[in-house]
């Protein structure tokens, strides 16, 4: 089976090449597609404090997509743990996820900060944080997991 999906709008701003950490300091503008949308698609947003996005790591050569398990950022130090145990670009379908905030919504632009992409990415979609849909009960991952976030955001 093949999906395809048409982006709804860009990243415009920004960095312009990926790099791990420092992501809270950037604020770029989601421009959504005028030949798909109106202004009116973004209506209500701005009375959320956070957005999820979800979007396309498009420029991960093919080549460089990951299927098995790997050391995180290649630190030996860190155990070897499956593609799906880890949330690196390399990915299977290049999907990236964020939950950024929500900084302005002017017509058919969203200003946000904290988005972990980069200048020119495809965006696929939308979805106000809802703290409903945040994970019920305690919160458990590794060490490495925890080590590998101290500088992300």
């Known amino acids: 089976m093949s999906i395809a999906l048409t982006p709804i709008g860009y990243v415009r701003g920004g960095r312009v090449e990926a790099r791990d950490d420092d992501w809270d ?40 997509i990951v299927s098995s398990a790997r050391h995180p950022r290649g630190r030996a130090d860190w155990p070897k743990v499956g593609i799906f145990a880890q949330r690196g670009k390399g990915r299977p379908n290049r999907l990236g996820v964020s939950v950024c905030k929500v900084i302005a919504v002017d017509g058919l632009c969203l200003t946000v900060q904290g988005l972990d992409a980069i200048d020119g990415t495809p965006v696929l979609d939308l979805k106000p944080y809802l703290s409903g849909f945040a994970p019920r009960g305690e919160i458990r991952e590794p060490a490495w997991a925890t080590e590998i976030m101290a500088d992300y955001w």
């Open 25 to 64: 300091r950037e604020q770029a503008v989601i421009e959504l597609d005028s030949g798909q949308f109106r202004a009116d698609a973004l209506a209500g947003l701005e009375d959320f404090s956070h957005v999820e996005v979800l979007f396309h790591f498009h420029q991960v050569a093919e080549e460089k």
